[in-house]
Nanobody, 126 residues
Framework: QVQLVESGGGLVEAGGSLRLSCAAS????????MGWFRQVPGKEREFVAA????????YYVDSVKGRFTISRDNAKGTLYLQMNSLKPEDTAVYYCAASVRRTTSTYYSANYYDYWGQGTQVTVSS
């Protein structure tokens, strides 16, 4: 079992930065592949970034490449998403997710993940 709690969301002007954190409890965090997703009302949850359990592989949706960085601290049981050069279209509820699957081919799919946090709101004003 993994329990996930996101924090760090808020209101920021376009061009600004935020760092999201996802605190994980449970013994399996260090072995879990982790992801960040986001969702706006009326749309499906969208993949943002993923990091594999060793931290040696990271993946991003094209729209955030070069602006967002996913990282993890297994000793602290925490996942991060550093978001720079934020745009109004980044406005969404951001969710962290954990997968205990050993395959990595579908890390971009919400169905790949077994555990989810409650989400944190990010609002970028123009």
């Amino acid at each position: 079992q993994v329990q996930l709690v996101e924090s760090g969301g808020g209101l920021v002007e376009a061009g600004g930065s935020l760092r999201l954190s996802c605190a994980a409890s449970g013994r399996t965090f260090s072995n879990a592949n982790m992801g960040w997703f986001r969702q706006v009302p009326g749309k499906e949850r969208e993949f943002v970034a993923a990091i594999m359990w060793l931290g040696d592989s990271t993946y991003y949706v094209d729209s955030v490449k070069g602006r967002f960085t996913i990282s993890r601290d297994n000793a602290k049981g925490t996942l991060y998403l550093q978001m720079n050069s934020l745009k109004p279209e980044d406005t969404a509820v951001y969710y962290c997710a954990a997968s205990v699957r050993r395959t990595t081919s579908t890390y971009y799919s919400a169905n790949y993940y077994d555990y989810w946090g409650q989400g944190t709101q990010v609002t970028v004003s123009s």
